[in-house]
């Protein structure tokens, strides 16, 4: 398309909602065009939201949860059990149990998994803190809960491996979960079932 | 999921992110994450491209077609032929027209389709302002470049007898099978209107 027809401040606006995951160049030109039209109700507040969630979101320094509050809510909520850690990959698969229900413990935020191929190593993820707290605050169980992928599973070994001294016992999800299968696009039902059939690591 | 687990600032941004289209609840929950990964890089500047141009794109006073000047790009480029208008239902169809380099002419965007149904009449629609143009500077023909639906023929009958009056020219474009088409995947309406309108080979 000629550069003339779309002004330059509404292309830098469609170059950057097409860099979002699920819309491409031509959803992002509709997208723009929707947010143009609905200037009051969406386009100002989405403005707005996303600059407040940039500056007050921030990673549970406990756990790496993103929330505006530090400790985070889930790590605030007294009614959960002290005793389970759950480790995840990132806040995705967090968000994922929890819309499953599928955990009543902590959870754990890894921030990514080991794979040397694209150079992701131990001091790369939130490893230190999680040994930590599997030492320190009366956890007697840290589930892994992993994708079901080639880096998920070196993961969840190497983590077995390195709480094997923390005194805990280390489970790690079932194989319900679909090999390459990620936690997000999983139904409850796996989820539950896979969180109930979990076993020594 | 427990209202407890996404703190309030990420909950509205996710809702707001989900009302765009291409995106449903949960592609915007992977959107905001992604975002939150790329606060510097993507975040930040969406949020600010957003309030620039929600303040600065209007709508051009002579086609209707947004930008941030006014007239805009397309009714300023003086290499132009004033003597063709091109009526279009929105500005994603002027896009798409210029995509395709099809018009050499100007534009005039309509802002939606008559639709009995959906209580849109002539009123709502910047008709007045066509026919204005269409009587004044130096057309010679009126293109309706309008949906082949109910909506858009509808239109487009209504605007040509509007038009009727104004010494132009109105024509529509044809209807057929699309470049690349196979027939055997065409609805029976194509083929017959295709049928119907062929011509020596």
Redesign the interface.
Known sequence: ??T???????Q??ID??A?????GPR?A????????K??EQ?????????????R??KACETCGN????DP???CA?GTRDDAILCVVQ???D??AM??AGANKGRYHVLGGLLSPLDGVGPDDLNIGGLIDRARGDGVNEVILALAATVDGQTTAHYLAEHLASAGVSVTRLSQGVPIGGEL?YLDEGTLTAAMKARRPA
């Open positions: 398309m000629p003339s027809t779309i002004g330059p401040e509404l830098r606006l950057l909602l860099k979002m995951p699920g819309l959803s030109k509709r997208a723009a065009l929707y947010l143009l609905k200037r969406v386009m100002g507040p989405l403005a707005f939201a996303l600059d407040d969630a940039a007050k979101v993103w929330d505006s509050i985070c809510a889930v909520d990132d806040v995705g967090l968000w929890e819309r997000d």
